[in-house]
């Protein structure tokens, strides 16, 4: 099943996605079909009402937090290129075990919407992903019944601002404003059934490639990952909570954004995504999620730089 947001007359309301009709269902949230038995999603999603024609697709879900991991080798090496020269490799730690930072929920944007980078943007970047959207609540679960926590699936942009980022890289810290002006999903979440065909083991064979005004960028695919959405969900829950609406990304595909090309061909070729370019998705047996590049935020004033502490 394709589990959407549409907008109704100015409001959020789920929809059921079925070849280009779409059928409102707004006594339902996304988050109840997706937790639902097979049946019981059936039997909600039969409420649906008559399709509806020119509605608009929003991002089929408000995350309540997103924890985005890196899974993809290649990814890591052309970045590893971008930040170290061109005989870097990918960290040994990075083998160790997934590692992920915590992105902002409140910066959702859907399918179509105008993307507002950061002010004085030099570097803005699109990048490839598919993430999980959880639909239970639990911790502490093994990775055999860690997909009973995945409610389904969806493609995710996480936008960069490739510059912000190579200053940040020096703090201790992690990324942060570099990736949290905008996080755009969609088209739909599909739910997990729908993909059973694409199964390769533990992991989803889904071509993924990524396009810039129609020009192919990048493409691989979702089975390269590292390690599997379930061992993802298992680490993300282990000694932590996870619960509805978390969303647990897969970190960009090998050739899903231009910082890994700019690695590989040391030099900033293609160039950065620019106001008015074109950024287009396309996932294997999800879908196809585009955005175009608006202007950026207006200058604000500087941050001053740190005081002198009083007891020096």
């Known amino acids: 099943m394709r589990i959407a947001r549409i907008d109704v007359d100015g409001v959020a309301t789920t929809a059921i996605a079925d070849g280009d009709v779409v ?20 039997r909600l999603a039969a409420g649906a009402g008559d399709p509806v024609d020119g509605t608009r697709l929003l991002s089929p879900l408000e995350p309540a937090s997103v924890r985005d991991f890196s899974v993809f080798e290649q990814h890591g090496e052309g970045a590893s290129m971008a930040v170290g020269g061109p005989e870097a490799k990918v960290s040994p730690t990075w083998y160790e075990m997934p590692a992920f930072y915590f992105s902002n929920p409140h910066a959702t944007t859907g399918p179509d919407e105008v ?51 190579m200053r940040e890289a020096r ?49 691989d695919t ?7 959405f379930a061992e993802l969900v298992h680490f ?41 370019d074109e950024v287009r998705l396309e996932v294997e047996g999800i879908g196809t999620l585009t955005n175009t590049i608006g202007e950026p935020h207006p200058a604000l004033e500087a941050v001053p730089p740190a005081r002198a502490r009083v007891n020096a």
């Open 23 to 42: 059928r409102p269902l707004p006594d339902v949230a996304v988050l109840d079909l997706l937790a639902a038995c097979p049946e019981e999603r059936e």
């Open 115 to 165: 993307i507002t980078p950061p002010a004085g943007t030099t570097g803005l970047d699109l990048e490839l992903e598919v993430a999980a959207v959880v639909c239970r609540r639990g911790r502490n679960f093994s990775v055999a019944d860690a997909g009973h926590y995945i409610g389904g699936y969806t493609i995710f942009n996480d936008w960069s601002e490739r510059d912000i980022a």
């Open 171 to 219: 703090m201790p810290f992690g990324f942060h404003k570099t990736k949290d002006f905008a996080n755009t999903f969609g088209p739909w979440i599909i739910t997990p059934d729908e993909l059973e065909p694409y199964r390769r083991g533990d992991r989803f064979d889904l071509r993924m490639t990524a396009y810039v005004n129609g020009r192919e960028l990048g493409s």
């Open 236 to 276: 993300a829950a282990r000694g932590a909570w996870i619960a509805p609406g978390d969303v647990i990304a897969s970190g960009t595909c090998g050739g899903g954004c231009l910082f890994e090309l700019w690695g590989r061909n040391q030099g900033r070729q293609p160039a950065p995504l620019k106001p008015g």
């Open 222 to 228: 979702l089975a390269s990952m590292a390690w599997s």
